[in-house]
């Protein structure tokens, strides 16, 4: 492998404008082919088997007048009521206007008998818009629509807001430019790394051309099977991060290769064969973990899988492509507009005087490694205090409560829960397949009794029969918010005692569905296949560094780590978003669920980042082992040629995953965070403490071949382990 990567660097070196011609026009035709397929993003999520899916269509199906889709309109008067004749006649208009929209089956009254909820002093109203397409089939005009025609009702002196599906395609999150902020801190942080304008930028265009062919990609994707809405945002911020990273390792091997006086052909090739043999298997092992959330079985979480998977594998490529043409042509002028003073190059693993030229990183592996047992113990404290929060991790999804004050899903809410309360948030529908025999009046009836007589239920609306005859569909509102842990144990106990108790004796089945009810599927949805979606993680992973370092006792130890550090951040988020520490100063008003699919994203997203760094460490250790170190000499190189880089690395990836937390959409602010908890946590306490510590304690056992057999190579040198074995070829992997 390691010679094919030096072939492809010579190739693409030797003919740059070939490379780069080539990757713009693929690049333009990814993009020219996407903007004509018609590809577009969803906000439909399905659950295949969950019980609230069935309960919806079987909605769908038998209770046609509901359409498959709607809006929720909240009527408001501060002064007065809706009655009144001028607003009364608002109401009726706009309605009307409502009623005429394209796509729209029906528009309820809140002033008819049954056309909606009318509060106790005839100041709010809850009326419903149903249309006739999917939520997959509609857009944000729609909604927009909808808000423009509600303009009528508010010159009448009346307060209009919308709630529902239909209204949140309208509020699509957005980065509004944060993206271009952790591009902007991504430069610095290179700046100061490289010294270099040329150097520092030379991985942000590679990883933005890489971008704009996996967005494409992603496009693409989306024609033949459904992309979330969130799926670019999220995929944006992994490809940004990773692909700056991966150019960042390639560049700097090839400069310190060009400082050698190697020709610059031949320095591509180098750093490519070294390098970027390591981008190829630290990437490969991301889009494998990011993939794995396939697994899962729910189409949304999968595509968004599928689509940051897309954009990594293309900012991969162009790390290993595109980035060794540039370099073939620049050369010597990679250093170019430089700022301050030159500073010394940190050692290269493998390189003749690695050992005698370590700096300030390689010192402080070697103050670890004599107390290997103390730092190891530290380290572990550290991961166990941080993990500790994880095990009161709750999954659900923030309700609008939680959005932005000025969003009107959020004014609707509040409007809601002060007039009628808050478990009018929070309705499930229940939806009864009436049992042959006459016996459905019966069971309905069981039903209604053992609803009302549960102390968390708020109201039980009468059942409304469909047109066949054959189903009953009835409303149960609680008596909290729709994110309380009260809501939740609710449906559960509808579902195992309430339901079981009515349907018993006859052939009938009862359904609970909703919004509430879905969130809660999800989540259990999750629960149940984590384990399995880990496991493959786990199982992929380990091969792959198998693979990459002949070293069973290596890859164990790698995931070991790697689950360390991604527990850590899974408690770092549940002090934050749970227990409410500083949600203020991220734009949260009140602690919330984490939701239902970050843990999963995230996992498979950490597991394959920490792997990233694990994989940039190891193979300078390896490098160093193979050219004829002892163990602990080749770990200071190893550390010392890589502490710097890695620790610029991820700043970079900090920063990026910080920027996009300013976001109004609270699953972003979550990722965000998450993600740049986890790379500060395995950048510290994982890779420059407890990863040289371990490293010391196993010694020549990590590196050891299963059953037993040591890696080939040149044998150690014995006694001092910062002393060569004479002037040796690397020996790589």
């Not at 300030?360 to 500790?388: E, F, P, Q, S």
């Not at 809410?413 to 002060?418: K, L, P, R």
Request: with cysteine.
């Amino acid at each position: 492998m390691q010679r094919t990567l030096e072939r492809v660097g010579r190739t693409t070196a030797r003919r740059p404008w070939l490379t780069i011609a080539a990757w713009v026009v693929s690049v333009l035709a990814l993009l020219g082919v996407a903007q004509a397929s018609g590809g577009v993003f969803v906000n439909e999520f399905r659950i295949p088997g969950a019980e609230s899916q069935r309960a919806v269509d079987l909605t769908q199906k038998h209770f046609a007048e509901l359409g498959a889709a709607s809006a929720d309109v909240v009527w408001h008067s501060d002064s007065g009521t809706l009655r009144d004749p001028t607003r009364a006649d608002a109401i009726r208009a706009v309605v009307a206007d409502f009623a005429g929209q394209p796509d729209v089956r029906s528009a309820a009254d809140p002033l008819a008998e049954g056309g909606g909820q009318l509060s106790a002093d005839g100041r709010t109203a809850i009326s419903s818009v149903q249309y006739d397409r999917e939520l997959g089939d509609l857009t944000a005009e729609q909604s927009e629509r909808l808000d423009a025609a509600a303009d009528r009702a508010r010159a009448a002196g009346l307060t209009v807001e919308f709630r529902g599906l239909v209204v949140d395609l309208a509020a699509t999150p957005e980065t509004s430019g944060s993206e271009l902020i952790g591009v902007g801190a991504a430069l610095l942080i290179l700046l100061l790394a490289f010294g270099s304008v040329v150097a520092a930028g030379l991985p942000v265009l590679v990883a933005v051309l890489g971008l704009m062919a996996g967005t494409a990609l992603v496009l693409i994707a989306g024609t033949s099977m459904d992309i979330p809405a969130i799926a670019p945002i999220v995929a944006v911020m992994l490809g940004l991060g990773a692909g700056v990273d991966y150019a960042l390792f390639v560049v700097t091997r090839f400069r310190h290769y060009l400082s050698t006086g190697m020709p610059k052909a031949d320095a591509v090739g180098r750093a490519l064969a070294t390098a970027g043999h390591a981008v190829l298997f630290a990437g490969a092992t991301v889009v494998a973990a990011i993939l794995g959330l396939l697994l899962t079985g729910i189409p949304f979480i999968g595509g968004m899988g599928v689509a940051a998977a897309l954009t990594v594998s293309m900012t991969m490529l162009a790390a290993l492509t595109l980035l060794p043409a540039v370099l073939g042509l620049l050369g010597p002028k990679v250093n170019a507009l430089r700022i301050g003073r030159r500073r010394k190059d940190a050692p290269v693993a493998g390189e003749p005087g690695a050992a005698q030229a370590l700096g300030g990183w390689g010192r402080w592996a070697d103050r670890v490694a004599k107390n290997r047992y103390a730092y190891a113990a530290g380290a572990l404290l550290v991961l166990v205090v941080l993990t500790i929060p994880m095990f009161s991790l709750r999954l659900g999804t923030p309700d609008d409560g939680n959005a932005p004050t000025s969003f009107t899903q959020r004014k609707a809410y509040d409007t809601v829960a002060a007039e009628f309360g808050a478990g009018w948030n929070a309705p499930f529908l229940v939806v009864a397949d009436l049992p042959s025999g006459g016996q459905g009046d019966a069971m309905m009836q069981k039903l209604s009794s053992g609803l009302s007589a549960d102390p968390e239920v708020s109201v039980v609306t009468p059942a409304q029969p469909s047109q066949d005859g054959g189903f009953a569909l009835l409303t149960v509102v609680p008596r909290h918010s729709p994110q309380d842990a009260e809501v939740s144990d609710l449906l559960h106990r509808i579902r195992d005692d309430v339901a079981p108790a009515a349907e018993q004796g006859t052939d009938g089945r009862i359904y609970v569905g909703g919004p509430t009810a879905f969130v809660t599927d999800l989540s259990d949805a999750v629960g149940s296949r984590l384990p399995w979606m880990v496991l493959a993680v786990l199982v992929v992973a380990a091969l792959l560094l198998i693979a990459m370092f002949r070293a069973p006792v290596i890859a164990i130890k790698a995931a070991v780590l790697a689950l360390l550090s991604i527990g850590a951040a899974f408690g770092v988020l549940v002090v934050i978003f749970q227990w409410g520490w500083g949600l203020s100063l991220i734009g949260i008003d009140e602690p919330v669920p984490i939701m239902s699919m970050v843990p999963m994203l995230l996992f498979a997203v950490l597991f394959g980042l920490s792997m990233d760094y694990e994989v940039f460490l190891l193979s300078a250790v390896k490098e160093e082992y193979d050219s004829g170190h002892d163990v602990q000499g080749a770990i200071l190189v190893g550390v010392d040629g890589t502490g710097r880089l890695i620790t610029a690395a991820a700043a970079v990836m900090t920063v990026v995953f910080l920027s996009f937390v300013p976001i109004q959409d609270t699953s972003i602010k979550m990722i965000g965070i998450g993600l740049a908890t986890a790379v500060i946590i395995d950048v510290t306490v994982i890779r420059l403490v407890l990863a040289p510590a371990v490293l010391s304690i196993l010694g020549s056992v990590a590196w050891r071949r299963w059953p037993g057999r040591r890696n080939e190579g040149p044998q150690p040198a014995t006694g001092d382990h910062n002393k060569r074995q004479g002037d040796q070829t690397p020996c790589h992997f």
